[in-house]
């Protein structure tokens, strides 16, 4: 039977609306089920949407499920900070010293930092370098020439990322995708930007959809992934902020910290609706 249901839309990763990437939270999926819920974020075109549900393990403040057009995943970066400032701004309470979320890949605690949420990255369920005739191939299908490609990785933490570490912000920025042979693949481009900038970082994702490969504005699961193979592999600083999105017209902002063992992902979060759905 359906009902209305609190629901939320927000924009990630920017402090302002429409320059990160819009996420639909409903803050009440409970007796949903998941064909429901694909269908409700098939429609609304968004890179992602959530369902808020009553935790099930005793640590988590919240479950969520997450879903992109076509399939659910496990876990997502930016559908993490903004189903946390909607649960936050509907009147959520922590239980202690962090938010914690429980999801497909367990509980990943977040905090806050000023104005911004940021999460913790989840261990790395694959990593290590990508096969050389991969490479080739990835580089091939973004129209990237081999010798910009400085490296490769497994990025995978839910989503089964693939990342090319490229010669430049300029080479990121220049590749042009082929979308029949990327079909099936998730891949992360990122190159540096010259120093003394803004940005440490550009980074862009692409990824299956439900119509062909869709690059998506700005991706928090994927700037974990690289965060902890750059960081890592001491091809970064334990600090700095990378920009996504360039290409599609936005300006996402992504801030990484590593504090000890953890590597935080951080972003802002603008509230753009509120209200009510019927599902």
Known sequence: MTRQRPFAQVDVFSDRAGYGNGLAVVLDGAGLSTEQM???????????????????QADADYRVRIFCPGRELPFAGHPTLGSCHAWLAAGGRPKGEFIVQECGVGLVPLRRDGTRLAFAAPPLRRGGPL?????????????????????????????????????????????????????????GLVGAHAAGGDFAFEVRAFFPGANGVIEDPVTGSLNAALAQWLIGAGLAPTRYEARQGTRLGRDGRVFVEQAGDTIWIGGDVVACISGHVVL
């Not at 694909?38 to 099930?56: G, I, K, M, N, V």
């Not at 096969?131 to 990835?138: D, G, H, N, S, T």
């Not at 933490?157 to 912000?169: D, E």
């Open 131 to 187: 096969p050389a005739a991969r490479i080739a191939e990835l580089a091939q299908a973004l129209g990237i020439a081999p010798g910009d490609v400085m490296a490769g990785a497994w990025c995978d933490n839910g989503p089964g990322w693939q990342g090319l570490l490229l010669r430049s912000a300029d080479a990121v920025l220049a590749a042009r995708p082929e979308g029949a042979a990327l079909l099936g693949q998730e891949v």
């Open 38 to 56: 694909q269908r409700f974020t098939d429609w609304t075109q968004l890179s992602e949407a959530t369902f808020l549900l009553p935790p099930t």
